[in-house]
T-cell receptor, first 111, second 113 residues
Framework: DAKTTQPNSMESNEEEPVHLPCNHSTISGTDYIHWYRQLPSQGPEYVIH???SNVNNRMASLAIAEDRKSSTLILHRATLRDAAVYYCILTLRSNDYKLSFGAGTTVTVRA | SAVISQKPSRDICQRGTSLTIQCQVDSQVTMMFWYRQQPGQSLTLIATANQGSEATYESGFVIDKFPISRPNLTFSTLTVSNMSPEDSSIYLCSAKGVYYEQYFGPGTRLTVT
């Protein structure tokens, strides 16, 4: 299975951008890159996903390296509500695009 | 997006009993999933709930322990059978969106005594 590597934790200041890295060096051509986050005591929340091109939505931006072996989730202006565990997940066509959660990155936002 | 609700939100059960968790989606979806999140851990996929056929279980999970029903495109249940304290976890359901994203319910926090 293609795996992802994320830092265990990151800290940010409120209203500053947050760049969350994810390495996925064994990604294959049909694998999508997904990001989810889980706020304390809540179910995971879909953030964004992409295949090859950079993606933007109201929550975040996803920057995908040209060789697709890494990606970065960008929160443009962190708020206290963005404190959560962020999961970078590859969904594989060979596995019916199921989600396999790793440990994720715990993001702390300082006021 | 889809809005997912689960019932109950939490329960405390005695060992040896069973609990059925309900998951309701506000729109028709093709695929629904059940996950377990043990204390302090990440999520683990239990099974895919298939409408009109038996659920597909992941390695380490069996139908006798976690029977699943999916009677229609908006509803599914997960039963945790013959519970032991090791089954104390948060159980979450999710539904697949249009582009392979998944939307999650709030979870059911189960404590087995």
């Amino acid at each position: 299975d293609a795996k992802t590597t994320q830092p265990n934790s990151m800290e940010s200041n409120e209203e500053e951008p947050v760049h969350l890295p994810c390495n996925h060096s064994t990604i294959s051509g049909t694998d999508y890159i997904h990001w989810y986050r889980q706020l304390p005591s809540q179910g995971p929340e879909y953030v964004i996903h992409g295949l090859t091109s950079n993606v933007n939505n109201r929550m975040a931006s996803l920057a995908i390296a040209e060789d697709r072996k890494s990606s970065t989730l960008i929160l443009h202006r962190a708020t206290l509500r963005d404190a959560a565990v962020y999961y970078c997940i590859l969904t594989l066509r060979s596995n019916d695009y199921k989600l396999s959660f790793g440990a994720g990155t715990t993001v702390t936002v300082r006021a | 997006s889809a809005v997912i609700s689960q019932k109950p939100s939490r329960d405390i059960c005695q060992r040896g009993t069973s609990l059925t968790i309900q998951c309701q989606v506000d729109s028709q979806v093709t695929m629904m999933f059940w996950y377990r999140q043990q204390p302090g851990q990440s999520l683990t996929l239990i099974a895919t709930a298939n409408q009109g056929s038996e659920a597909t279980y992941e390695s380490g999970f069996v139908i006798d322990k976690f029977p699943i029903s999916r009677p229609n495109l908006t509803f599914s249940t997960l039963t945790v059978s013959n519970m032991s304290p090791e089954d104390s976890s948060i159980y979450l359901c999710s539904a697949k969106g249009v582009y392979y994203e998944q939307y999650f319910g709030p979870g059911t926090r189960l404590t087995v005594t």
